[in-house]
């Protein structure tokens, strides 16, 4: 079984969606959680950071962090063509594990207008 | 980019042949890592370094090493390619002491080992 399982779709909604992308995960010791959208043939880029549990929001773009179920999700509400990306969860436990990013696979999803 | 490049961008090579990649940062971040995509396998951790000449293993580095000579240059050579090791590699920084743990990645590299 490994340490993040993420459902990696495909996808597919119309424009104006709300889009839900989620993550699982084993390891109790993870603590920052990070959601990265990479478009086709580009390099990861960081979307939403979240330490430990609880929200965050950022424009249209809500990371939520349950630490007792073990599981993440990123919520994209009026979902654009533009939004159309692979998205993959990451996290690590820090502190003498920092700089272990454990990552999903990796969701793709394509808004149609 | 957040201010990283590699090179090459693309390559094609033979099964046996040796293989260096290079990563270039201009953030003067203390923390450099090397990954692989591959598709169902999400990103892996290969090497990573936390200063010059400090590096790692990650969770795939059987077959690869690295150097760290410089602080803005972190190298990955694949010693004698083989055909398992085609892939995209993306090279990634970070910069302790945020209080946060998150990377930031370079275009990739994508290789091809016939």
């Known amino acids: 079984q490994k340490e993040v399982e993420q459902d990696p779709g495909p996808l597919s909604v119309p424009e104006g969606a709300i889009v839900s992308l989620n993550c699982t995960y084993s390891?109790?010791?993870?603590?920052?959680f990070m959601w990265y959208r990479q478009y086709s043939r580009k390099g990861p880029e960081l979307l939403m950071y979240t330490y430990s549990s609880g929200n965050k929001e950022d424009g249209r773009f809500t990371a939520q962090v349950d630490k007792s179920s073990k599981y993440i999700s990123l919520f994209i509400r009026d979902s654009q063509p533009s939004d159309s990306a692979t998205y993959l969860c990451?996290?690590?436990?820090?502190?003498?594990?920092?700089?272990?990013?454990?990552f999903g696979q990796g969701t793709i999803l394509t808004v149609h207008p | 980019d957040a201010g990283i490049t590699q090179s090459p961008r693309h390559k094609v090579t033979e099964t046996g042949t040796p293989v260096t990649l290079r990563c270039h940062q201009t953030?003067?971040?203390?923390?450099m890592y090397w990954y692989r995509q591959d598709p169902g396998h999400g990103l892996r951790l290969i090497h990573y370094?936390?200063?010059?000449?400090?590096?790692d293993k990650g969770e795939v580095s059987d077959g690869y090493s690295v150097s760290r000579s410089k602080t803005e240059d972190f190298l990955l050579t694949l010693e004698s390619a083989t055909s398992s090791q085609t892939s995209v590699y993306f090279c990634?920084?970070?910069?302790?002491?945020?209080?946060?743990?998150?990377?930031?990645f370079g275009p990739g590299t994508r290789l091809t080992v016939l």
């Open positions: 370094s936390y200063g010059v000449k400090d590096t």
């Open positions: 390891n109790s010791a993870f603590q920052y």
């Open positions: 990451a996290m690590s436990a820090g502190g003498t594990s920092y700089g272990k990013l454990t």
């Open positions: 990634a920084i970070s910069a302790r002491g945020t209080r946060t743990d998150t990377q930031y």
């Open positions: 953030e003067n971040h203390r923390y």
